[in-house]
């Protein structure tokens, strides 16, 4: 036996908005969703009044937190330098790298879903595989891929498909010949003792030509600037911009958490 249309009203807006045919007893589910949603907001409005405007503190807050951050100056003059030519809408793609952990706390981001990251997980290399993913998912808008040397060079073989498919993606790597963390923690904890960390790197540049992509090389976040602007400009095939770099400011203060026990 089916019963008569049900029609839900919120009593918050004129007329029904939903109708649906169902049997007899059986309630919607939207209708009790609407009716006890409405009786909430009845509630809750006389206790939500407008709170004193907080913006001073959180702009201390701010303040004080770039203060500390200003001991990676190196990191956040290169971050300054992408988020000045990068887009709101284009995708950030961060590797685990010095200047990814730093972006991680100081790049502004703008807009939903436009900062890939491995986060905590930090699987060195999945950088510029998964940032061809979305510049081949979202033509639209310009993607981004960081990466350190070594990160880089785990998928670096994907400029193959970069190139056939025409999918333009631009890549910064920061060259310092070395898996730059794992050489920092054996010199700072295990006496200097450096086992595996250094690196045999092709001219990154040469590297991108042979497969026919686009190759800059870069010295300074001036010169970055430029050759992201002629490489988001570049839509028919993928730029490799190289970036030799030394060591950085640690940025592990402001990542590594205490201990919660033990």
């Not at 200003?70 to 956040?76: C, I, N, V």
């Not at 790298?97 to 999945?126: C, E």
């Not at 510029?128 to 510049?135: F, I, P, S, V």
Request: glycine fraction near 10%.
């Amino acid at each position: 036996m089916v019963c008569d249309t049900t029609r839900v009203s919120t009593g918050h807006s004129p007329g029904p908005i939903t109708t649906s045919t169902l049997p007899c007893g059986v309630r919607p589910v939207a209708e009790d969703v609407v009716i006890h949603a409405g009786r909430l907001i009845d509630a809750v409005s006389p206790h939500n009044k407008k709170r004193k405007s907080r913006k001073d503190e959180m702009q201390e807050r701010r303040a004080k937190w770039a203060r500390r951050l200003a001991k990676l100056d190196q990191q956040g003059a290169i971050l300054d330098a992408i988020r000045a030519e990068l887009p709101e809408e284009g995708i950030f793609v961060d590797e685990v790298t010095q200047v990814g952990f730093a972006a991680r706390l100081m790049l502004p981001v703008y807009r939903p879903r436009t900062f890939l990251s491995p986060g905590y997980q930090d699987n060195l290399g999945w950088g510029y595989a998964t940032a061809l993913g979305a510049q081949d998912a979202r033509r639209d808008v310009p993607v981004l891929s960081i990466n350190g040397d070594g990160g880089f060079m785990y998928t670096a073989n994907e400029l193959a498909t970069a190139v056939r498919h025409r999918i333009p993606l631009v890549a910064i790597v920061f060259a310092d010949g070395s898996f730059g963390n794992v050489r920092r923690i054996q010199e700072e904890n295990y006496g200097n003792r450096l086992i595996a960390s250094d690196l045999a790197n092709p001219d990154f540049v040469k590297f991108a030509e042979a497969f026919g992509a686009a190759g800059e090389r870069v010295r300074t976040p001036e010169e970055l600037r430029g050759a992201l602007r002629r490489g988001f400009a570049r839509r028919d095939g993928p730029t490799l911009i190289e970036m030799p770099v030394g060591p950085m400011p640690s940025p592990w203060e402001f990542i590594l958490m205490g201990k919660v026990r033990g």
